[in-house]
């Protein structure tokens, strides 16, 4: 089984379920912008734009670095490599879950191993 810290998987996913800021990593994935830019395509507030922002820091899926008052921001992601790696897991264990139901439905070979029966001893027989 794959040994996952739920915490950071958890703020992960969070942070990928909202389309704002899932559009706002695919922007980041082209390269480097500041705050301005990245809320620029966004009809809602900056201030909107920058609680996206605080929950994609906190997921770890970008960097914020400083300079005077613009916040330069870079997507990090290695966080979205753990959940790729999370979600192989478990497409791989359903999809040999899925395999073995589909062989026992249509009639072939069983590929999970058969339960071992112990061997019967023949009954003594009084005379």
């Not at 997921?59 to 990090?76: K, N, P, S, Y």
């Amino acid at each position: 089984m794959v040994d996952y810290s739920s915490a950071p998987l958890d703020r992960v996913f969070q942070a990928l379920s909202d389309p704002t800021r899932r559009a706002i990593l695919t922007r980041l994935s082209r390269g480097g912008a500041t705050v301005g830019e990245v809320a620029a395509p966004f009809t809602t507030s900056l201030n909107a734009v920058s609680k996206h922002l605080m929950v994609l820091e906190r997921a770890g899926l970008l960097r914020r670095r400083v300079e005077g008052r613009e916040h330069h921001l870079v997507l990090d992601p290695e966080p979205l490599q753990d959940a790729a790696k999370w979600i192989a897991y478990y497409r791989e264990f359903w999809e040999r879950r899925l395999d073995a139901l589909d062989t026992l439905l249509t009639g072939g070979p069983h590929p999970l191993p058969k339960p071992r029966v112990p061997h019967a001893r023949p009954r003594k027989t009084r005379r």
